[in-house]
């Protein structure tokens, strides 16, 4: 592994402030989006993103318009990061017509095309090669538009890691795969799944410069990633980037993550990545506590809304569904 | 219309080329495909002509590139992979089930994956358990997927052409055997829609209902009825999803008889749902039960023999029309 210097010039505030409100917004997404799942209002699956919020936030901040982002089946920190409209969001999870999906998705997979979001996906590792594929058709349009795949310790296991990333290499794609190494596949540790348990090592063997980063650190991610997509733009992709992470609860909301050590857990708790963040733009961008203040308030205020509207919304009814489903 | 006589690998060949042409988002995909022109020849000469960043060889991936192709479509490309045997697809069913077919559903009508996998199918020739299948029912029993079986060279053509620019996951299941057989392909631009079967000759005692490579052998079968005063209709679906019902329906309610014939084995096959489809709207028309020609319930044997006779022939397609016609006297079993 390689590490590239730190960027020479400290982050702006505006960044700073994008990057905080980003990660906020994550964690008041899934925290109160578990309380409407505790109500009943939300069903099916609900995987929360709560503890890993640095990494979307950092890749994300690093792209631009014209990027792709594919997802994992826990996929609501990507979507927000990407600059999904929450309401859309919450709407969907409420399984409402004004949802991204219009309820047809749900949680794992909501999607917007339409900017390049590739969408959330329920089957662990399938981001990959559909990330290369849009890397792919970028580069026979002519454009010099980055993918982003975000994957993790659980996906990096799947026979189509190799075989997508080993795809990108030969054809110098305009692709980066980001593992969110959170340590465990459900509850299966990656001491149990894998001998070799620095990933990033896995695309240095098929000819890809690999990097290694604390994910819960999003100026880190940030930094990282932006490094990324310049060797991208210069030809050199396609890039792997490993972020260390952890879960701060269990695979899903009904999973109590009894199997996940106390002692480790608050290690990780002691490096929030929310937390990080909101120091970041204190220390570093020079904001004030009402400023923060403020911020939070209005996010919370946009959550709320969201869930007005969502909950003032139709569902598609069965006579719409049947029209949907003509030729099907 | 002018017309000219070439093999169905060539009208495949012109539909990609074309195509091509027309849209520049529309790239291929393969295992030899480039350099080598296939080991069909159907992409032969089209590195030249189009570059290496639109005609690509691959390793052997078949999720991967699958995979790719999907992702691809999704980004608004026009992608074809191509899989040298539809027995290796079976690799890459994770991107064909789960995100190919599901995508447009998921997203709710707004994501829409224009993806296209040419292969092959089909015994003959020894190639063996492992490259003689026909998969066809697997892909057909997933909503969301078209299922497209060309049986001349003016169908490979112009249904390849329309599934280049329709907005679906498309399994394109050429034959093995075909690929060196001729037929007239119409000069100029040539589109044939999914879901218009073609009725392959006209007919007018019983339907027999076919595609793919079991459409010359029910062509020939209905020569021999024909020598025996059996004047058979000969309907080739074409595209199985969409499944054009209602050209296969008339027929039969004309003529009240109808034998299925595929190449596939018989259990859970699309024959056995072809014929489901008629007994419940013509049952009451029907002079005869519906009968079904279908490979046996067993993986495809080496011995060319043995492979002979896991797969239908001729002659059992002629017995099978022969006994929805009553046509032979009743042998009643012995006291």
């Known amino acids: 592994m390689s590490t590239p210097a730190r960027t020479a010039n400290a982050p702006s505030k505006a960044l700073l402030e994008k990057i905080f409100r980003t990660a906020y917004k994550i964690r008041v997404f899934e925290t109160e989006g578990i309380k409407l799942y505790r109500q009943g209002l939300i069903r099916g699956y609900f995987h929360p993103y709560l503890g890993q919020e640095g990494i979307a936030t950092g890749v994300c901040a690093a792209l631009s318009e014209g990027d792709y982002i594919a997802s994992t089946h826990r996929g609501h920190g990507h979507c927000i990061a990407w600059g999904a409209d929450v309401k859309r969001m919450v709407a969907e999870l409420l399984q409402k017509e004004t949802g991204y999906c219009k309820g047809y998705g749900g949680s794992m997979h909501i999607a917007d095309i339409s900017v390049g979001n590739l969408g959330a996906n329920g089957i662990v590792g399938a981001g990959t090669p559909l990330g290369v594929g849009a890397a792919l058709a970028a580069q026979i349009r002519g454009s010099d538009a980055v993918t982003v795949t975000f994957t993790s310790d659980g996906g990096s296991n799947n026979g189509t890691f190799l075989e997508s990333l080993n795809l990108a290499a030969i054809w110098n794609l305009n692709f980066i795969l980001v593992i969110e190494n959170n340590q465990y596949a459900v509850s299966t540790r990656i001491e149990e799944s894998t001998r070799e348990q620095d990933l990033y090592k896995r695309g240095i063997a098929i000819g890809v410069p690999s990097f290694q980063v604390d994910g819960n650190d999003p100026i880190a991610v940030h930094d990282l990633t932006r490094e990324a997509v310049e060797l991208c733009r210069a030809g050199k992709g396609p890039v792997l980037i490993e972020a260390k992470t952890f879960r701060h609860m269990g695979h899903h909301v009904n999973d109590p993550g009894k199997y996940m050590p106390e002692d480790q857990l608050a290690y990780y708790k002691a490096r929030d990545p929310v937390d990080r963040a909101r120091a970041a733009l204190l220390d570093m961008g020079g904001a004030k506590a009402q400023e923060i203040a403020a911020i939070e308030a209005e996010i919370a205020a946009e959550f709320e809304s969201a869930v007005e509207f969502s909950k003032a919304s139709s569902e598609v009814t069965p006579e719409a569904f049947r029209e949907f489903a003509v030729g099907y | ?335």
């Not at chain 2, 080991?39 to 005609?55: F, I, N």
């Not at chain 2, 066809?136 to 390849?160: C, N, Q, W």
């Open chain 2, 1 to 335: 219309m002018a017309m000219r006589e070439i093999m169905y690998r060539d009208a495949l060949r012109e539909a990609i080329d074309e195509e091509m042409a027309r849209n520049p988002t529309v790239f291929i995909i393969g295992e030899g495909i480039a350099e080598r022109g296939g080991s069909y020849k159907v992409t032969e000469g089209l590195l030249a002509k189009y570059g290496p960043k639109r005609v690509r060889d691959t390793p052997i991936a078949e999720a991967g590139m699958i995979g790719v192709g999907v992702g691809a479509a999704i980004a608004g490309a026009r992608p074809i992979v191509e899989i040298l045997y539809v027995d290796f697809a079976m690799l890459g069913m994770d991107m064909i089930v789960n995100q190919a077919a599901k995508f447009r559903l998921m997203t709710g009508g707004n994501g829409r994956v224009p993806f296209i996998m040419r292969t092959q199918g089909g015994a003959g020739g020894g190639v063996a358990a492992q490259h003689s299948q026909s998969l066809e029912a697997l892909f057909y029993h997933i909503p969301g997927l078209r299922v497209v079986m060309p049986s001349t060279p003016s169908d490979a053509k112009g249904l390849l052409k329309y599934a280049l620019r329709q907005e679906d996951p498309v399994m394109f299941l050429e034959h093995k055997h075909l690929y060196m057989t001729k037929g007239l392909v119409p000069d100029g631009e040539h589109i044939i829609e999914f879901g218009k079967a073609d009725i392959k000759r006209p007919g007018k005692d019983v339907t027999l209902i076919a595609w793919s490579n079991m459409v010359p052998t029910t062509l020939a079968a209905a020569e021999e009825l024909a020598a025996q005063g059996i004047d058979a209709e000969v309907i080739d679906p074409r595209t199985l999803v969409p499944l054009d019902k209602k050209t296969i329906l008339d027929s039969v309610a004309k003529t009240k008889r109808a034998v299925i014939v595929q190449e596939a084995n018989r259990r859970g096959g699309v024959a056995s749902d072809i014929c489901s489809i008629i007994q419940e709207e013509l049952f009451y028309d029907l002079d005869a039960p519906v009968s079904i020609v279908a490979g046996l319930d067993i993986p495809i044997p080496f011995n060319l023999t043995l492979e002979k006779a896991s797969v239908p022939q001729k002659q059992d397609v002629v017995a099978a029309a022969r006994r929805v016609l009553h046509a032979d006297p009743i042998e009643l079993a012995a006291e």
